[in-house]
């Protein structure tokens, strides 16, 4: 939240300045998961923007959706052995457990957990889960239908209708050969299409404040369409996701059928209320 305050930053993934976070995966839970929302467990390495993050989405959940948070298990960053918390989960006895991590931390704790034979109603790890590495670690626990990934991106899966998808990975192939896609690797793309299209319109005398100025008025940004519009210039949220499940150590659309889910809003830590996602 603090970089994001800075006046010349801006994020691609327009998360918010401090004072708002989606319910883009949240809302859905809560009507796809009525009862598991009730014991909700959140476990994260213990760093100060997961931290920051764990804080404020059991605020928003809580106040708004009913969530019932029973446990909070930071785990250090460089920890390699996930028992520990797998077994406090167990003890919790958690029907919904989300994990704010690198994947390789998400797969540990699910092959934890496997380990203790506990397997909650929903597993739902951070978006940086979303990668083949993480299904290659995790193997046959994370099979089963109860995990899940919201992506404000589009599926990598579905690069077939996506044109810029198809360009992005083409050129992550001539850089770096063997680099698998990401979700976080589209608003990268993203991030240089708009600094690229913008300094294009400055034209040759490019500077800093002439950019700044250029950026702040963009509002609905996509490279080519190719994840949901976001509103760079002012930094604010969009509530759309596609919900992933894992099916024969593959990622398969969940929800909706088609496109995305942008109907649940984004909550503002400032007033306590839940607000409408932008763009619209």
């Not at 404020?56 to 298990?73: L, M």
């Not at 992506?151 to 899966?157: A, F, G, I, Q, V």
């Not at 604010?236 to 088609?258: E, G, K, L, Q, W």
Request: aromatic letters at 12%; charged letters at 15%.
């Amino acid at each position: 939240d603090q970089m994001k305050a800075v006046a010349n930053a801006f994020p691609m993934n327009a998360a918010g300045t401090g004072d708002q976070r989606s319910f883009g995966q949240y809302g859905w839970l809560a009507s796809a998961f009525p009862d598991a929302i009730k014991k909700a467990v959140i476990v994260y390495s213990d760093g100060e923007v997961t931290r920051q993050n764990a804080k404020q989405d059991k605020e928003a959940t809580t106040n708004i959706y009913g969530f019932n948070w029973i446990d909070e298990i930071p785990v250090a960053t460089t920890e390699t052995n996930y028992a520990p918390a797998a077994q406090q989960i167990k003890s919790d006895g958690a029907a919904y457990v989300t994990f704010v991590g690198a994947y390789q931390q998400a797969a540990s704790l699910a092959k934890a957990m496997a380990q203790f034979q506990f397997k909650p109603q929903v597993y739902m790890p951070t978006v940086t889960a979303y990668t083949p590495n993480f299904l290659a670690q995790s193997g046959a626990t994370v099979e089963g239908g109860n995990v899940f990934l919201a992506m404000p991106t589009s599926l990598l899966e579905e690069r077939a209708s996506n044109p810029e998808l198809q360009l992005y990975a083409q050129w992550l192939q001539q850089v770096k050969p063997g680099a698998l896609p990401t979700s976080l690797g589209q608003f990268a793309w993203g991030a240089a299409a708009l600094f690229v299209q913008e300094a294009i319109a400055v034209g040759p005398n490019l500077t800093r404040g002439a950019m700044v100025q250029r950026v702040r008025a963009v509002h609905a940004f996509s490279p080519n369409h190719m994840y949901p519009d976001n509103d760079v210039g002012e930094k604010r949220m969009t509530d759309c996701v596609v919900v992933a499940t894992i099916r024969n150590n593959a990622f398969v659309r969940y929800m909706p059928a088609s496109g995305f889910r942008c109907q649940d809003g984004i909550y503002s830590l400032t007033t306590k209320k839940k607000l409408a996602g932008y763009p619209k």
